[in-house]
């Protein structure tokens, strides 16, 4: 007999239940009323664990449901500000008691982890040794692990919040990346990359389908062509919760989707544009 969904009690294979479970989550969690950080942990742990237990077709009825369809994109900012006040509670817990325990407790430590060990494998090739995280975050894991798994390269953030730069300097040093730097400026408009040989985009870095292909375009125009530029991307599950890249904007380009994230919900699209030139196929 499979185990419960321990959440919400639903067996796990009555995916009809588990289907309207999910959606009446995704409607529970862009009303107003459940805009604290405490009501947000609750409904999207309870929906994360549905999605992660999720099979294709139970995925494929959410995102073709047309109770889903009508507030896609406020869940996917909803979903982005509940990413921001979590780390945000983090990294002043953190400040506060001058220690990293808080950093141990956070929820989604392990999957981000997995994700970085997963990309830096997937840019080995590349051998970057000066990249830009955009998007980092007043808690920025990924430059974090980055340096961890890469320790001859540097990494900067980006990040467009001046309060969320100031609780990431601090988190830093108390981790012991007192030289991380930090640019606070908005991906829309900042375009001074020359100085990188890899620009990463993270996941929520333009959460409406609009203005996700806007952060594309921009990235197109303003990355110079030796530098590789990669983008995260909502797969799987994930594209319940957060955005996409949308894929016709790169054709023509030369870039790969890389397969079988070990974490899921999303996945790195990678763009290389100076592969011609460096005669790299
Ligand atoms: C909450 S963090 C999540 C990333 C996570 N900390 C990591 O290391 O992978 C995402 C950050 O992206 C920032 N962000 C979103 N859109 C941006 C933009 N257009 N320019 C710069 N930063 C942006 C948000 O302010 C937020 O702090």
Same mark, same amino acid.
């Given at each position: 007999?499979?185990?419960?969904?321990?959440?919400?009690?639903?067996?796990?294979?009555?995916?009809?239940?588990?289907?309207? =479970?999910?959606? %009446?989550?995704? !409607?529970? &969690?862009?009303?107003?009323? +459940?805009?604290?950080?405490?009501? /947000? @942990?609750?409904?999207?742990?309870?929906?994360?664990?549905?999605?992660?237990?999720?099979?294709?077709?139970?995925?494929?009825?959410?995102?073709?449901?047309? =109770?889903?369809? %009508?507030?896609? !994109?406020? &869940?996917?900012?909803?979903? +982005?500000?509940?990413?921001?006040? /979590? @780390?945000?509670?983090?990294?002043?817990?953190?400040?506060?008691?001058?220690?990293?325990?808080?950093?141990?407790?956070?929820?989604?430590?392990?999957?981000?982890?997995?994700?970085?060990?997963? !990309?830096?494998?997937?840019?080995?090739?590349?051998?970057?040794?000066?990249?830009?995280?955009?998007?980092?975050?007043?808690?920025?894991?990924?430059?974090?692990?980055?340096?961890?798994?890469?320790?001859?390269?540097?990494?900067?953030?980006?990040?467009?919040?001046?309060?969320?730069?100031?609780?990431?300097?601090?988190?830093?040093?108390?981790?012991?990346?007192?030289?991380?730097?930090?640019?606070?400026?908005?991906?829309?408009?900042?375009?001074?990359?020359?100085?990188?040989?890899?620009?990463?985009?993270?996941?929520?870095?333009?959460?409406?389908?609009?203005?996700?292909?806007?952060?594309?375009?921009?990235?197109?125009?303003?990355?110079?062509?030796?530098?590789?530029?990669?983008?995260?991307?909502?797969?799987?599950?994930?594209?319940?919760?957060?955005?996409?890249?949308?894929?016709?904007?790169?054709?023509?380009?030369?870039?790969?989707?890389?397969?079988?994230?070990?974490?899921?919900?999303?996945?790195?699209?990678?763009?290389?544009?100076?592969?011609?030139?460096?005669?790299?196929?």
């Amino acid at each position: 007999m499979p185990e419960n969904n321990r959440n919400t009690n639903l067996p796990a294979g009555d995916d009809t239940g588990l289907l309207d =479970r999910a959606l %009446a989550l995704c !409607e529970a &969690v862009v009303e107003e009323t +459940a805009s604290s950080p405490a009501a /947000r @942990e609750r409904l999207f742990s309870e929906l994360d664990e549905i999605l992660d237990r999720a099979g294709e077709d139970l995925i494929e009825s959410i995102l073709a449901h047309g =109770r889903f369809i %009508a507030i896609r !994109e406020r &869940v996917h900012d909803v979903r +982005a500000e509940y990413e921001y006040q /979590r @780390e945000t509670v983090v990294a002043e817990n953190m400040i506060r008691a001058k220690s990293d325990a808080a950093a141990q407790e956070f929820r989604s430590r392990d999957w981000y982890d997995k994700a970085v060990d997963f !990309e830096s494998k997937a840019l080995a090739p590349w051998n970057p040794k000066r990249l830009v995280f955009v998007g980092a975050g007043p808690f920025p894991t990924t430059p974090f692990n980055y340096m961890n798994h890469n320790p001859d390269s540097t990494v900067v953030c980006l990040e467009k919040s001046g309060d969320a730069a100031a609780l990431s300097r601090e988190v830093a040093k108390i981790l012991g990346f007192g030289r991380l730097e930090i640019i606070t400026a908005d991906a829309h408009t900042y375009d001074a990359y020359d100085d990188f040989d890899c620009v990463m985009v993270g996941l929520v870095v333009g959460t409406s389908a609009r203005d996700k292909s806007r952060i594309v375009d921009h990235f197109l125009g303003a990355v110079p062509e030796n530098s590789v530029l990669t983008f995260r991307t909502a797969v799987g599950p994930g594209r319940v919760i957060y955005p996409s890249v949308d894929l016709a904007q790169l054709e023509g380009l030369d870039y790969r989707i890389m397969p079988d994230p070990p974490h899921k919900s999303f996945t790195m699209i990678l763009v290389d544009r100076g592969a011609a030139k460096r005669g790299r196929t």
